[in-house]
């Protein structure tokens, strides 16, 4: 006799039957429960269906247009859908503006130091940097579901870029190509993400899971700190190599002759500045504005000290120029034609999903801190949107970066207005103030861009992943690894390959359990987990995490076929 269990059911350990979607309905009879199927669909139906389930998650997309009575609804709902700002512009109050006032004010004292610093670390002119916290935040905050991610470059993506971009063209001996090739990985980085959320393929930026991306974050951040030594120490010449065993040459080989005593007291006193005002805002969450302040204080007060000192002519490196003026169009420095269009699309698609893929996660860290829900197909095209217009406006690839954001939410911001409040910020310095960078010593950008990485090498998470996964964690390490000693692409490469040999190990060998009787009820649980439940002779019940198909068939098969007794699968 079979028994058919209605959806919501539970199995013998308590968990969803499966199955029992399949099952409609059902009616009593004399000899007990009887099953009724759905009816059967035809092929391009179950296609369909499968398609549906696959980029849908079984949501019907239209179907809050549909609903609507009139052309005009289903219009706003579009435009509100495309534009959330339409949305919660509406509710807009004065309240608001008061802390995203505040909070983008706070962002800008930190993000323009950050800024200049992490375009040196591109390979770029400093005012790249600037463009790049100006336009692009404007364009997220029409398009963007996320009130507390704040837009810029950022560390990874930056030394990705320039790592990637310098085995093209030299940036000192051809600037103009090398910059067209920045442009157009930007172009092709933005289009790679719009794409993605467009088509609903969001999944697939999970590859590559938290543990890799813990490990690769952990590593970049160490190569970007090492990469700083060169305006840290006043090293002239410099290696062009990211992994750990070229650095330190380099360093060495310097030693007797290329360091500048004078630039290391600077970048040694600021930087201990830095970590000292860090620690501060992180204990006293009140004193936060002390961490983010401190960036372009400490910029303010260098340059001072090298302009009255005139320690540039000591052997001080200094930024020297910055352009003044708002970007520059470059859809014509574009590679749309030519051998380097497929380099820049190599290159633009890698890095964009590494600042996808950052900006998601942040986004959904802050989101659920906040009790809102974030969009992440959403979130992709606006993403994507905001890279291909920076890329016809002379700026590279820009995302939500983790320390800004973090700064943005505990100065209270309550909208992403403060991005707009950011930009205007930015500028009025591109406007005006950028002569004043004249002197700002090098060594003070790279005291800021050690200080903001280190909160990229998460212990406590690597410690927790240890602790739950081995087989993560050795994700994690090959990831932090691959990057400390060879380039950040091959860490990329270990990370998502790692990551991908997990999930297929997953399938092809699930987990299995013993299961068992607790007394007194009719509940089965695993024998490992509860001394109290008792067996059935002769009858081995093993449960199966997971569902059985061809990948994974024979392996259960084996199972069944190594136990002795009559055996009851459940899964």
């Not at 467009?198 to 991306?213: C, D, Q, T, V, W």
């Amino acid at each position: 006799m079979l028994r058919a269990v209605s959806d919501g059911g539970e199995n013998l350990n308590g968990s969803d039957v499966g199955g029992s979607r399949a099952l409609s309905h059902y009616s009593m009879d004399s000899t007990g429960y009887s099953v009724s199927f759905l009816p059967k669909k035809s092929l391009l139906e179950e296609f369909s269906s499968a398609l549906k389930d696959m980029f849908f998650a079984g949501d019907d997309p239209l179907r809050q247009y549909k609903e609507q009575p009139s052309w005009s609804k289903r219009v706003w709902l579009s435009l509100q859908h495309v534009f959330p700002v339409l949305e919660w512009g509406r509710h807009y109050t004065l309240s608001k503006f008061k802390g995203d006032f505040i909070a983008g004010l706070t962002i800008a004292s930190l993000c323009i130091p950050q800024d200049i610093g992490y375009s040196k670390l591109a390979n770029l002119p400093p005012e790249i940097g600037l463009y790049s916290s100006f336009v692009p935040p404007l364009i997220y905050t029409l398009m963007g579901s996320s009130r507390d991610l704040a837009i810029g470059p950022v560390a990874v993506v930056s030394l990705l870029l320039g790592s990637q971009l310098q085995n093209e063209f030299d940036p000192k001996t051809h600037p103009l190509e090398y910059r067209r090739l920045a442009f157009t990985a930007t172009f092709f980085a933005g289009i790679t993400q719009a794409a993605l959320g467009f088509f609903r393929l969001g999944f697939i930026i999970e590859f590559l899971s938290h543990a890799a991306i813990v490990g690769f974050m952990a590593g970049a951040a160490i190569t970007i700190a090492l990469q700083q030594l060169k305006g840290f120490l006043g090293v002239r010449k410099f290696t062009t190599n990211t992994d750990i065993v070229s650095v330190m040459k380099s360093i060495f080989k310097s030693a007797h002759h290329g360091w500048n005593w004078q630039t290391i007291l600077i970048g040694a006193s600021f930087l201990g500045f830095l970590l000292v005002t860090k620690y501060i805002g992180k204990k006293k969450k009140k004193l936060f504005w002390m961490s983010a302040t401190s960036p372009l204080i400490s910029v303010i007060i260098s340059t001072f000290f090298v302009y009255i000192t005139r320690a540039d002519k000591h052997g001080v490196a200094v930024v020297k120029n910055i352009e003044k003026g708002i970007n520059p169009p470059s859809a014509s420095l574009i590679y749309f034609s030519g051998p380097f269009l497929l380099k820049g699309f190599k290159i633009g698609v890698v890095a964009g999903l590494i600042a996808l893929t950052e900006a998601i996660a942040i986004g959904r860290t802050f989101a659920a801190m906040k009790d809102y829900q974030l969009d992440g197909n959403k979130e992709m095209v606006a993403l994507g949107t905001m890279n291909v217009v920076a890329s016809l406006t002379s700026c590279y690839i820009t995302t939500g970066g983790f320390g800004r954001s973090a700064v943005n939410c505990a100065a209270g911001c309550k909208t992403a207005a403060s991005n707009i409040v950011m930009s205007i910020v930015v500028l009025l310095t591109l406007l005006f103030i950028t002569p004043l960078f004249k002197y700002t010593p090098n060594a003070i950008l790279s005291s800021i861009i050690i200080s903001a990485v280190l909160g990229l090498i998460d212990y406590k998470a690597s410690y927790l992943i240890w602790k739950v996964d081995k087989l993560d964690f050795l994700a994690c390490l090959g990831a932090f690894l691959g990057v400390v000693f060879s380039s950040v692409e091959y860490g990329l490469l270990i990370a998502v390959s790692i990551s991908i040999a997990k999930i297929l190990i997953q399938a092809t060998r699930p987990k299995t359990a013993l299961l068992g009787n607790l007394p007194r009820t009719a509940i089965y649980k695993k024998i490992e987990q509860y001394q109290e439940v008792t067996t059935v002779p002769g009858v081995v019940i093993v449960q199966v995490d997971s569902a059985i198909y061809f990948t994974n068939s024979n392996y259960v098969k084996e199972r069944k076929e190594v136990l002795s007794s009559l055996v009851v699968i459940v899964f």
